[in-house]
């Protein structure tokens, strides 16, 4: 699976919208990326995935960009719940029982 | 929360004593996985199943095994709980069979303390 590489932390204000970037240059074409967050002592809740073009649905966007080598989750109106840790992971498609591979991902605090 | 239950929510154990963690579901599906997750790690993968009786290694196997006897029970056994087992444990399902369906979604964590 390609690498990829967060800003370890972010600051945003509550109610505006939260963006969130990931770096994953060595993506190949069969590879989805994959958002998730983990609030403080709970287990990582699934947000989002995608593989070429932009996704939405209820918790958020997702933007790839055209060479997919970048892509920015969006949280379109931020509140004090969504101060978490995200995770932006590539992952091969092809199905199987792999696992996920977490990085340290970004820390992102939502300020009132 | 993808009907995932884990059993204990926490545990205290002493080093040298069995411990087994239990990953219940309750929608049949295929794969299941045990994480665990220590600061300056993240999540690292330590065993998974793709059926029942069906399962192989991870990242960091070392000093754990696993059963799934039934398609709803992933069981995690330390044989002999070491301090450097102190973690917080996750257990995860995959849902769907393919691609882009194929989204994992995780338990609640078991913390366990190895004194």
């Known amino acids: 699976d390609a690498k990829t590489t967060q800003p370890p932390s972010m600051d945003c204000a509550e109610g505006r919208a939260a963006n969130l970037p990931c770096n994953h240059s060595?993506?190949?074409?069969?590879?989805?990326v994959y958002w998730y967050r983990q609030i403080h002592s709970q287990g990582p809740q699934y947000i989002i995935h995608?593989?070429?073009n932009n996704e939405t649905n209820e918790m958020a966007s997702l933007i790839i960009t055209e060479d997919r080598k970048s892509s920015t989750l969006i949280l379109p109106h931020a509140t004090l719940r969504d101060t978490a840790v995200y995770y932006c992971?590539?992952?091969?498609?092809?199905?199987?029982?792999?696992?996920?591979?977490f990085g340290k991902g970004t820390h992102l605090i939502i300020q009132p | 929360d993808a009907g995932i239950t884990q059993s204990p929510r926490h545990k205290v154990t002493e080093t040298g004593t069995p411990v087994t963690l239990r990953c219940h579901q309750t929608?049949?599906?295929?794969?299941m996985y045990w994480y665990r997750q220590d600061p300056g790690h993240g999540l690292r993968l330590i065993h998974y199943?793709?059926?029942?009786?069906?399962?192989d290694k991870g990242e960091v196997s070392d000093g754990y095994s696993v059963s799934r006897s039934k398609t709803e029970d992933f069981l995690l056994t330390l044989e002999s709980a070491t301090s450097s087992q102190t973690s917080v444990y996750f257990c995860?399902?995959?849902?769907?069979?393919?691609?882009?369906?194929?989204?994992?979604?995780f338990g609640p964590g078991t913390r366990l303390l190895v004194l």
């Open positions: 995860a399902i995959s849902v769907g069979t393919s691609g882009s369906k194929e989204t994992q979604y």
């Open positions: 060595t993506i190949s074409g069969n590879e989805y």
């Open positions: 995608g593989l070429k």
């Open positions: 992971i590539v992952r091969f498609s092809g199905g199987g029982a792999d696992g996920l591979t």
């Open positions: 929608e049949n599906h295929r794969y």
């Open positions: 199943s793709y059926g029942v009786k069906d399962t």
